[in-house]
């Protein structure tokens, strides 16, 4: 059964072979206190979700992507984002 499950995942032409991409996933929790940025601090939390997706070649990480929602994160804080 594990081999049949295991032949479901061979690769067709130009797609990535599951076993060479991984994904990871973690949040960021955090309070706009500090100058320095495009506006004065709110003082306001923040809490974001965040992806990690990765292509491997040679057992090293070849690529690596960051998936956020930046609009998000900014309406959290108060920024001038309309929803």
């Given amino acids: 059964m594990l081999d049949t499950w ?5 690769p ?5 072979n599951p076993r060479q991409s ?15 940025g495009p506006v004065p601090p709110t003082g306001k939390s ?7 997706a990765m292509e491997f070649e040679g057992g ?9 929602n930046d609009g998000h994160s900014l309406r959290q804080l108060g920024g001038g ?3």
């Fill in 6 to 10: 295991r032949a479901s995942f061979d």
């Fill in 12 to 16: 067709t032409p130009g797609s990535v």
């Fill in 22 to 36: 991984g994904r990871t996933f973690g949040g960021f929790k955090g309070t706009h206190t500090e100058e320095g």
């Fill in 46 to 52: 923040v809490a974001a979700d965040y992806v990690y």
């Fill in 60 to 68: 090293k990480i070849r690529h690596m992507t960051k998936v956020r």
């Fill in 81 to 83: 984002i309309p929803m």
